[in-house]
Every structure is written in C-alpha cells, then in structure tokens.
C-alpha cells in the first residue's frame, strides 16, 4: 500500500501561483511514477501532470503546459506541483496518485493504484 498526502490548496487570484505538495508513505516511493489530476464539480477527474520514477521524464495536459511544472524529492518522498498563472478554469479538487514505475508515463487515471484525498484549488477571477 502507498499512502498518500495532498497538501497546500487554498483560494487564490486568477494570475497568482500555488504549490501543491504529495507525501508518501508505505512502499519505496523512487518505485512509483507520480501523477496528479484534478476534479471540478460535475465533471469527471482529469489528468494533469505526470513524473517518472526516477524524475527524468514529465507530461503535461495541454491546458497547463507552460504553466505547471511537477517535480520530485525521492529523498523525502514528496512530489510538488507548481501552478503559475493561475485561471479560474483550474478551479477544483486535485488529487495526488501513484502507478507503479514504467516505461510509459500515464495519463489514464485507470493506471493509478494509489490516491490521495484531494486538495481543494479555487481561483477567482
């Protein structure tokens, strides 16, 4: 079992910047890609970002490319989210998951074993 820790929402400024931050517990976390997604009311959970075991390897979704950068410190078992410039379309609950390490980066949210319980991110305009 991997547990897992959101931390760091809050409610922000359209054009202001937050870090979202994932803890890991209970399995060897450099084992475990990384992800986050993110759930707005009525709509279904959506990809974000993704890290590969290791951290060479990064994916973004199109409406954050140039705005997010996820990262990772296998040391203290920690995955960051860094969210810039901010929209009011950004707006929802985001959740931190983990898959077990591979050669491909996931986007399916079907892939992910673990989750986190989420971290509300309002922006307003």
């Known amino acids: 079992q991997v547990q897992l820790v959101e931390s760091g929402g809050g409610l922000v400024q359209a054009g202001d910047s937050l870090r979202l931050s994932c803890a890991a517990s209970?399995?060897?976390?450099?084992?475990?890609?990384m992800g986050w997604f993110h759930q707005a009311p009525g709509n279904e959970r959506e990809f974000v970002s993704a890290i590969s075991w290791g951290g060479s390897r990064t994916r973004y979704a199109d409406s954050v490319k140039g705005r997010f950068t996820i990262s990772r410190d296998n040391a203290k078992n920690l995955v960051y989210l860094q969210m810039k410039s901010l929209k009011p379309e950004d707006t929802a609950v985001y959740y931190c998951?983990?898959?077990?390490?591979?050669?491909?980066?996931?986007?399916?949210?079907?892939?992910?074993?673990?989750w986190g319980q989420g971290t509300q991110v309002i922006v307003s305009s």
């Open positions: 998951a983990a898959t077990y390490r591979s050669s491909t980066i996931y986007e399916e949210r079907g892939k992910y074993s673990y």
């Open positions: 209970g399995r060897t976390f450099s084992n475990y890609d």
